[in-house]
């Protein structure tokens, strides 16, 4: 019976993509805590009688049960779902926000792209990916905040901080004026490359603001430092990633709040 | 791996969406058995839906003429438009029965990890549609999933400042059900959404 050598684990997990797969089926995508990104299929939860396709509703925090063929590793091959309990379904706070869905939609592929290997444990990333979606889903901040928050901590959390507060190329401390994305941040006026760009000073305060959480300062700035300091994080993430992020260019800042 | 005639059909209904190698075999060596005029109707069936079918210039569902089977009926509204994602759908919704009005098949719905945004559906061309002056209800008809919701939102949006009456379809428990098996989302949505009886 194959059916009892599948081996069975648990874990929750924040679902970040689906995929339609077959006649009534779908891939989830999800960021696990225990076992980093894995994909698992779940059967006819395209069906109006799924019992839990609801619940496997992009940006929902779920608790699953998932199963691995027998003789493979767990998180190395294409996993079963086979129950689903909803922890914090944050989806339907999304459907009548549209910002909120396009920032959330930029936090997950992120979130993907940043664990190329499955079954990796980043329990850092789940963390700061949980508490983004929970964040915009509460919606105390306005969406391209928590968006831009989201990107330079997960960002540092990949080992890819910008430099803020000290010259990314010489080390020296103190708040630089200009910024270089392929020297890795903010640079003194000797160390500064070609190209390296002028933004206001408030951008990178602003930018600080993002990473340490002082929401008092962020949520005080402008619509034209937060567009200002979204395309340096933006510039920042994809240079890392080496490819752009497709649901980026498609973030409504037209901001709701 | 077989030689020449055989392997290339395998490996073309491999490609096939739902077909894998054990299936694309299993119809190849089917096909191989079958009848040759069987076959032969098969083949030319592929071709002919290549050949004629193409999308309604008004609407975009399937049609083999300048206009669906829909828009060319006369007897239907042109008060009410339903917006669709696929036109498999405006398929599910004519077998209700209960739907007399138009129809615009947007092509699918947003979802931004897929690259697909606004410009890459049929928004454009229904808001032209609506901009003729005709169309008093907006019925959006898109899936009740994540995407097909954010894709209603959007709409909504869009087109509330032209003053229509903008309906989404109601979500809620499926008939024939047990409440007790109802998932918590969609009970939520019946208690939402109940009305007065």
Known sequence: MAGYRRRLYRDDAVVLRTQKLGESDRIITLLTRRHGRVRAVAKGVRRTSSKFGARLEPFGHVELQLAAPAGEQPTRSLLTVSQVVGIALHGGRFLDDYPRYTAASAIAET?????????????????????AVKALALGEHAPTLILDAYLLRSMASAGWA?????????????????????AGGAVCGDCRPPGAVHPPPEVLGLLSALVAGDWGVADGSDQGLRRQASGLVAAHLQWHLERGLRSLPLVDRGESR | MYEGAIQDLIDELGRLPGVGPKSAQRIAFHLLSA????????????????EVVRFCTTCFNVAEEEQCRVCRD???????????????????IERTGEFRGRYH??????????????????????MARLSAGTVKELILATDPNTEGEATATYLALLVKPMGLTVT?????????????????ITLGRAFVGRRAV
């Open chain 1, 111 to 131: 979130a993907e792209r940043l664990t190329p290997e499955e079954g990796e444990p980043t329990l850092r990333l789940f963390q700061l990916t949980l508490g």
């Open chain 1, 162 to 182: 910008p430099a803020l507060d000290e010259c990314a190329v010489c080390g020296t401390p103190g708040r630089h004026r200009a910024f270089s994305v392929p």
């Open chain 2, 35 to 50: 009848d040759p005029v069987d076959v032969n109707r098969l083949a030319t069936t592929m071709r002919r839906v290549k």
């Open chain 2, 74 to 92: 006369t007897r239907r509204s042109d008060e009410v438009l339903c917006v669709v994602e696929e036109p498999k759908d405006v398929v599910a």
């Open chain 2, 105 to 126: 098949v947007l092509g699918g719905a947003i979802n931004p990890l897929e690259g697909i945004g606004p410009d890459q559906l049929r928004i454009r061309e229904l």
């Open chain 2, 168 to 184: 989404r379809l109601a979500s809620g428990l499926p008939v024939g059900g047990d409440l007790e098996y109802a998932d918590e």
